[in-house]
């Protein structure tokens, strides 16, 4: 059995997981989309592969999500992407590691609370105008906040919600102007990318605020930059998406989906195929 694991808030897979699982039990393999928090040790034990793509609430409650997934690989289930990598995923402040290593990022601080002392202390020593406030375990847009240096108070920040810190960005125009691209790569290779474009008047590229996306072709040099930051991950993907910026100084990496990335494959139906055909080719080596 091939597990999908979709969430308590949202159970059922959306129309490319339900794309996806057509195409693996055309192949001959059973798949089911179960909420992860509802996989218990019979649903373990029928599944020799579990991949997250639908988890869309484990930043409520990370460190179960985090022992779900190690308890999932002690009792002998493939798990796909490798869980230390998803869990390094998890906190935004990978941005931080990869930027050290040469990438190309939004540049990003790091607040552990949501002192304003602490917060406006980073924001005079950025010297920035605007900018961009995120739980740094956070999902689809939420708490994320944006904020003038020049407004008369301190955001507000709901610390009880988002407990792992937050991480500060200026804001960049291009996301208002061009859309955030979107670089989807499966079992390594790049196959597929879309345009994000925020609603008019919005700023956030996210399906809960009216986002919208369409297909989009990336130049090589697009295609180069995302590939590379990749190989620089620990372990391999089956999956990923990698999300950026279109500057005048070239692709900057915005955030690095490694865990429940929408991967557009419903509109991208050549992918589904090849997804699924990796799949089927790993399952065989388990």
């Not at 040790?41 to 020799?48: D, M, T």
Request: hydrophobic share 45%; with cysteine; net charge negative.
């Amino acid at each position: 059995m091939i597990t999908f694991t979709t969430c308590k808030h949202w159970p059922l897979p959306g129309k490319a997981l339900q794309l996806v699982c057509q195409a693996l039990e055309a192949k001959g393999l059973a798949a089911d989309c179960v909420p992860w928090q509802e996989m218990d040790h019979q649903h373990l034990a029928q599944s020799k592969v579990i991949l997250p793509l639908a988890a869309w609430d484990y930043s409520e409650s990370p460190e179960a999500f985090a022992q779900w997934l190690n308890e999932s690989v002690e009792r002998g289930v493939g798990v796909l992407n490798a869980p230390e990598l998803m869990q390094w995923n998890m906190n935004k402040r990978y941005l931080l590691e990869l930027a050290k290593q040469g990438v190309t990022t939004i540049p990003t601080r790091f607040i552990k609370t949501a002192d304003p002392t602490e917060l406006k202390a980073v924001l005079s020593d950025c010297g920035w105008d605007e900018v961009v406030l995120k739980p740094a375990c956070g999902q689809s847009g939420n708490g994320v906040q944006r904020y003038s240096v020049t407004a008369l108070s301190l955001p507000m920040l709901p610390e009880q919600s988002f407990n792992q810190g937050w991480i500060i960005q200026p804001f960049m125009p291009e996301i208002q102007q061009v859309g955030e691209v979107s670089l989807c790569f499966l079992w390594g290779e790049y196959s597929h990318a879309v345009r994000r474009m925020p609603a008019t008047g919005e700023w956030r590229a996210n399906s809960q605020y009216n986002v919208a996306v369409s297909l989009f072709t990336p130049d090589a040099d697009t295609i180069t930059t995302a590939s590379n930051i990749l190989q620089q991950l620990p372990s391999s993907t089956a999956y990923a998406r990698v999300d950026g910026l279109l500057t005048n100084e070239g692709f900057v990496l915005s955030e690095l989906e490694l865990i429940e990335p929408a991967l557009f494959l419903d509109i991208v139906p050549e992918a589904v195929e090849k997804f699924c055909a990796g799949l089927e080719y790993f399952v065989a080596q388990i």
